[in-house]
């Protein structure tokens, strides 16, 4: 249940002082339930008031900060290869875009993962069975990337990434962002901020007033900084947040293969 503006101040230690925490990143002992593959990955972040997003998640998780601050994040990219455990990818079904806004918080103090305010896919039965059988809260969009080829060899490509929501609403909801990746290809290294916001492995929803959470497991992003070249969305409005006037960050990643672990209650 979102938290009312009396309990706005609640929120978790400073991650930013503190150890990482290596458990989520170790692969579960269980039986994966899907594979697919995270291609072209651009994370857009700017750091927030934590009073600012703290009615807006469930009074059970904390919000997790990295120098007093929290994080808001627009993540577009490709998802390819989406398919159950021991079946093949079906062509036209398993490959969609999808873009995410989310932030970053722990689980009594120990589990740190996502809390995503919305998603967008480009592909409507995913829709479906990710709002049924995971509780998180899709939205079916019309969604567009480009690679625009580079004016010389020797620089890189700027990636084009665009929405705009059909259903369920509120709408209207889009985006539309040029980048460009820069910088040296490296993972990013514990107890940096891009470590913070992009090495999570772990996701948080609720459904029916219960808490339940669903764990990934892949290899550390290969990752370098990039470029935002323009920058035009609704996203953040329609999940209720106000986006701050700071330039966000950016980075941008090839991408990673997945396994997708069971569902469970918190």
């Known amino acids: 249940m979102p938290a009312t503006p009396s309990q706005s101040s609640r929120s978790g230690p400073d991650r930013s002082l503190a150890s990482d925490c290596p458990a989520p990143t170790q692969r579960p002992r269980q039986r994966a339930v899907l594979r697919q593959e995270w291609r072209d990955l651009?994370?857009?972040h700017w750091p927030i008031r934590p009073e600012a997003l703290r009615a807006l998640v469930p009074l059970e998780l904390e919000l997790d900060?990295?120098?007093g601050m929290a994080y808001v994040g627009l993540v577009p990219f490709t998802m390819t290869g989406v398919r159950p455990v021991g079946l093949p990818a079906l062509p036209g079904l398993s490959s969609f875009h999808e873009t995410n806004v989310r932030t970053y918080v722990r689980l009594a103090d120990r589990d740190p993962g996502v809390w995503f305010f919305n998603l967008e896919a480009g592909r409507s039965i995913a829709v479906c069975l990710a709002r049924r059988l995971f509780h998180l809260p899709y939205h079916y969009a019309r969604m567009l990337f480009e690679r625009e080829p580079a004016s010389r060899a020797t620089e890189p490509s700027t990636i084009l990434y665009a929405g705009a929501r059909r259903w369920p609403g509120p709408v209207p909801a889009s985006y539309a962002m040029r980048a460009t990746p820069t910088g040296p290809v490296q993972p990013a290294r514990p107890g940096t901020l891009e470590h913070f916001l992009i090495e999570r492995y772990i996701l948080f929803t609720l459904w029916k007033r219960r808490l339940?959470?669903?764990?990934?497991?892949?290899t550390p992003y290969p990752l370098q900084t990039a470029r935002i070249l323009t920058l035009d969305e609704t996203l953040l409005a329609?999940?209720?947040i106000d986006r701050p006037e700071?330039?966000?960050l950016a980075h941008f990643s090839t991408g990673v293969e997945v396994e997708v672990f069971p569902i469970r209650y918190a």
């Open 212 to 218: 339940y959470q669903c764990q990934v497991h892949h």
């Open 65 to 67: 900060l990295f120098d």
């Open 238 to 240: 329609a999940a209720g």
């Open 246 to 248: 700071t330039i966000p």
């Open 42 to 44: 651009l994370f857009v």
